[in-house]
């Protein structure tokens, strides 16, 4: 039979070009390579959202069906979500060679595979099919000249130079999509006996290697080793983030030691295993491409991802997570088209009847709100759930971001004062070029522009890499999702529907209509100046001008006070707060292009990625191509879908980002509601307003009651919004997990949006009742903030501890303190509290530090608890406060007492002889070495700068902590040592002095 070959043509084709080779070091994390042994699972709960998720990207369950599966409200075991899995989708050429050896009988073979030189036209293989050639060449041998072809009719090239073998120059284009692998079976890879797959892994070293879970922010030191449990002892990408005793400092989206939100988890992996493209066809064949060419061990694209999800507590943003993705092009070489997007497995009515009540979802896209969303089908109602299944929301917050096109993709041109043109019904119309025309070309490399006047025609230019030839009457019209400028405006992929009709006329009626976008007019200039106009998120400028030298020149670790890179040099540094990275202002976001539902859920597979036998896309690429909404089923089916964003280009170095955030509502109109307050918290960098800080809560059973007793921490808290705002203390009580049991006050639309506490203990400052403010951001319900009353009789303030007498012995209570503030209602600010975690594992509970679990039970026979006999005597020095003792825990009294009576000392320090540097301005770096003066990179007493001689610290003397002392023997001995007590900074001494004021109750604790 004939040799065919079916010819492929694509609009778009740059040659791939080796990029300089990343200087080895530059990177702490270029050595690292995803391993499927580092491989760990996490479950964030940080509010109303409780769910599973794993290192190597899957949010929601495994194979195995492991739960929770986007819980909400958590405790109730309402899942929604089945799995989320991240697509990563690049367009890749490659071009290899091949040779083959040729005999004397003019046969040349390859690949087992011979082939006959016939004439200067016609190869003949072994099988007799024919070759077509082109395009004569000359190939010698054994003296004779023989007339080849560069290129083979197969789409493949061909170059044979003049010695006894056959050079074969292959070129094609392949479509690679990275996946994770998750539960919905047909995992890329070729699995068998290794199990190996071609999906992203993690990388390891960001996690404690004994133990199995994904760090997170509120983690613990439960196993005593000096640092939270999951942490590793340093970050692989900040390994200096460290303390001056060598613990760990969290790595943080805004920097060191900084987690803005209430509960936060990070992870990163890498394509490194996928091997599928780098070899000829299929993961196997000849070696044809490497993403890094000093790291032959490396697979993949070089794609790195970070993984980060943060949560509030706060009630107006309890019903949501927030997923950050930022994927990094760590490779050799500039990726010229890609698209990323997920693949959802919704799961509304949950697993239970063998899946039944999951095969009557529904799901649609709202391209105005940049969300998907998913729910049940009336009766919305499932055996499964506890009440009625609600509507969960995928909203695409941040998307990639183009810096290339010349278009304002996400129409924020007006943070920067250069003007801008409008576009136009004419813009998008076709265009032809007359002698004297100005036209735009673009260089392949940098994206610069250059106008250009048509001399004569036809002209052959050179743009974006490609060589074309213009010529009179011809029209040119932009091709949608090519990036490439058609019609020779300087602008990339400008979209008549996206950038103007639907933003004038929306698809919704009831959706506000935009202005159109606007551009860059390299002929005239207008608009180049905007530097809102293709901002990107990784080029050292401050696109929208919000740095502030003031608050925000911290140095490249976010973190003030560590003499860092950049600190205090006038100047924006990549790390500091609004810039770059840390500000999503600077990211030209091109928003959902697609969304595309399918049923049943198998239909889509995570190796469908490339079609090797047709050389074609597979169904992942292609239902993330942009404008593909097909298959959008109105009938009730157990669907799943993907939605995506592209196409962009990704160039070596470069970093694009996308955001998720996952939200819930009992109904369409609150989930609405919840993604408008989940894009704020984006639209404000994830600078939403925090609560106190979280109280350490301890406890104390006894007969028929429970006393608990927590610090004092949350009391000096500094909320970026709001400042010292702290007010008051809630303490709930519950008898199942997640407090689910308590959550009974509803809004005004019958939603349970707040926990009934059981006391509430409030600040004696005249701010009081109910808060005022737009009770519409709460739905019609208002935060009581106290009464100015602890809930004690005669008493009235703070205090920091209480003991229950309504409780049954035996019985299990789940007790949390919470703090809270009194919110800002002049910046129309609601009031705050802190989270309270509360998961039970099946075998373990995972408590926050404010939460205990415990059953009271009465004492044994004979046992009399500690208690202080006499009164409290001021034997010396001065002091203007009152001091009561209650011993609150009677099991921490040493045993060597026996029962006897003892006389204890309480001896109190200030800021002037505490041995801490209250004000933070004694610095252990070189540039200070002056301080130093011992030279142990610590401050000790006489060493300027330090207690008394730090005017700071000695002239206004505020108490900061105490010493209890048994000092029954002529030996004292120390039971509570200073060195066991949180001290605080100078700016926080008014505040403490007015805490001091109101009383002080030492407790005797640990």
Request: glycine residues 10%; proline residues 6%.
């Amino acid at each position: 039979m004939k040799y065919s070959c079916k010819m492929r043509f694509f609009l778009f084709w740059v040659l791939l070009g080796l990029s300089t080779v990343l200087v080895a070091g530059e990177n702490s994390l270029d050595h690292l390579l995803g391993d499927r042994t580092a491989r760990k699972s996490g479950i964030i709960a940080g509010n109303k959202v409780r769910t599973l998720f794993y290192n190597y990207g899957v949010v929601g369950g495994d194979i195995t069906g492991s739960s929770p599966e986007g819980e909400w409200p958590i405790g109730s075991g309402n899942s929604y979500i089945g799995d989320v899995s991240i697509l990563v989708g690049v367009e890749l050429p490659r071009k290899w060679e091949k040779k083959a050896d040729i005999d004397e009988n003019s046969i040349a073979v390859l690949d087992g595979v011979e082939y006959e030189i016939i004439d200067a036209q016609t190869y003949i293989n072994a099988n007799r099919d024919t070759v077509k050639l082109i395009a004569p060449n000359i190939l010698r041998i054994k003296g004779i000249d023989y007339n080849v072809s560069r290129y083979f009719y197969s789409c493949k090239s061909l170059n044979i130079y003049p010695d006894s073998v056959m050079h074969l120059m292959y070129q094609d284009t392949v479509y690679y999509v990275g996946t994770n692998d998750g539960p919905r079976g047909a995992t890329d890879g070729p699995g068998g006996a290794s199990n190996m797959s071609w999906t992203f892994e993690p990388l390891p070293g960001f996690v404690d290697p004994n133990q199995d879970y994904v760090p997170l922010a509120t983690d613990l030191d439960l196993d005593g080793d000096g640092k939270p449990d999951t942490w590793p002892w340093f970050w692989p990408d900040h390994p200096d983030w460290v303390d001056a005793n060598g613990i760990p400092e969290w790595n943080g989206y805004f920097g060191r030691g900084i987690s803005s939100a209430d509960e936060e988890t990070f992870f990163y992996m890498d394509d490194a295993n996928d091997y599928e493209f780098n070899y000829e066809k299929n993961g196997s064949g000849k070696l044809v491409f490497l993403p890094d060419s000093t790291n032959t061990s490396r697979f993949g694209l070089g794609l790195r991802v970070k993984v980060r999800a943060m949560q509030w507590a706060h009630f107006m943003a309890q019903d949501m997570i927030f997923w950050l993705y930022e994927i990094e092009n760590f490779s050799d070489w500039d990726y010229n088209k890609a698209s990323f997007g997920m693949v959802v497995g919704t799961l509304s009515g949950g697993r239970c009847n063998d899946h039944i009540d999951a095969q009557d979802d529904l799901s649609y896209f709202d391209m105005e709100e940049n969300m998907c969303y998913s729910w049940d089908a009336p009766p919305a109602y499932s055996p499964c759930f506890d009440g009625p299944v609600g509507y969960v929301g995928y909203a695409y917050l941040e998307s990639p971001g183009n810096p290339y096109d010349g278009i304002d993709n996400d129409g924020d041109y007006y943070k920067h004062p250069a003007p801008a043109p409008q576009f136009t019904e004419e813009d998008f119309n076709p265009v032809t070029f007359d002698i004297g025309d100005q036209i735009v070309l673009i260089d392949g490399e940098t994206y610069e522009r250059e106008v250009v006047t048509i001399d004569q025609l036809p002209m052959t230019v050179v743009t974006q890499g490609r060589e074309v030839t213009i010529r009179a009457g011809v029209s040119y019209k932009e091709v949608t999702g090519n990036l490439i400028d058609d019609d020779f405006d300087g602008l990339i992929d400008e979209n008549y529907n996206a950038h103007y009709l639907y933003r004038i006329k929306p698809l919704r009626a009831e959706v506000t209509p935009k202005p159109p976008l606007r551009y860059k007019n390299f002929i005239t200039g207008e608009g180049v100046d905007n530097l809102m106009i293709d901002e990107t998120r990784d080029d050292g400028i401050d696109n929208d001008g919000d740095w502030d030298p003031a608050t925000d020149d911290v140095g490249a670790d976010g973190k003030p006070g560590t003499r860092d890179e950049g600190e205090g040099d006038g100047l924006p540094t990549p790390g500091e707060p609004n810039l770059d990275a840390t500000d999503i202002d600077e990211s030209d976001q091109i928003g959902l292009t697609s969304f595309n539902y399918f049923t049943p859920p198998g239909k889509v597979r995570m190796n469908d990625d490339y079609n090797w036998d047709i050389s074609s896309p597979g169904g992942l690429w292609n239902r993330m191509q942009p404008g593909n909404y097909d298959e959008i089923s109105l009938e009730p089916v157990d669907g799943d879908f993907i939605y995506g964003a592209g196409y962009f280009p990704i160039r070596k170095g470069q970093t694009e980002r996308f955001s998720l955030g996952l939200v819930y509502g009992n109904d369409e109109a609150e989930m609405y509601k919840n993604k408008q307050v989940a894009q704020q918290i984006y639209d404000e960098n994830y600078n939403f307003t925090r609560p106190p800080e979280t109280p350490t809560v301890k406890v104390v059973p006894g007969d028929k009651r429970v006393t608990l007793y927590w610090d004092d921490l949350a009391e000096y808290s500094l909320d970026p919004w709001l400042g010292y705002d702290f007010e008051g203390y809630r303490i709930y009580r519950s008898t199942v997990e997640g407090f689910n049991d308590i959550n009974t006050i509803t809004n005004a639309y019958g939603n349970k949006q707040f926990y009934k506490p059981l006391v509430q203990f409030d600040l004696v400052n005249n701010i009081k009742g109910n808060y005022v403010g737009d009770l519409n951001i709460s739905g019609g319900i208002s935060f009581y903030l106290g009464d100015d009353d602890n809930g004690l009789e005669g008493d009235e303030g703070i205090t920091h501890s209480w003991t229950d007498t309504t409780v049954e012995n035996g019985k299990m209570y789940v007790y949390a303190v919470v703090s809270y503030d009194r919110g800002g209602s002049h910046l129309g600010i609601p009031p705050a509290e802190c989270s309270k975690r509360a998961v039970y594992s099946g075998s373990s509970w995972n408590l926050g530090t404010n939460v205990v679990v415990i059953r009271p039970g009465g004492y044994v026979s004979g046992y009399e608890p500690g208690h202080v006999s006499g009164e409290v005597t001021h034997s010396q020095g001065t002091a203007s406060g009152s001091v009561r003792v209650n011993v609150i825990n009677s099991a921490l009294l040493p045993e060597s007492w026996n029962g006897e009576t003892r006389e204890l000392e309480i001896r109190f320090v200030d800021t002037s002889n505490d041995l801490y540097d209250n004000n933070g301005n004694w610095f252990e770096t070189p540039a200070d070495s002056a301080d130093d003066v011992n030279g142990n990179q610590y401050p000790d007493n006489g060493e300027p700068d330090f207690n008394a001689l730090d005017p700071a610290e000695a002239l206004t003397r505020i108490t900061t902590g105490w010493y209890l002392i048994d000092v029954t023997t002529s030996v004292p001995d120390t039971l509570v040592p200073l060195q066991e007590q949180v001290m605080l900074p100078q700016s926080l001494l008014p505040e403490i002095g007015m805490a001091m004021g109101i009383g002080m109750e030492m407790l005797l604790s640990s």
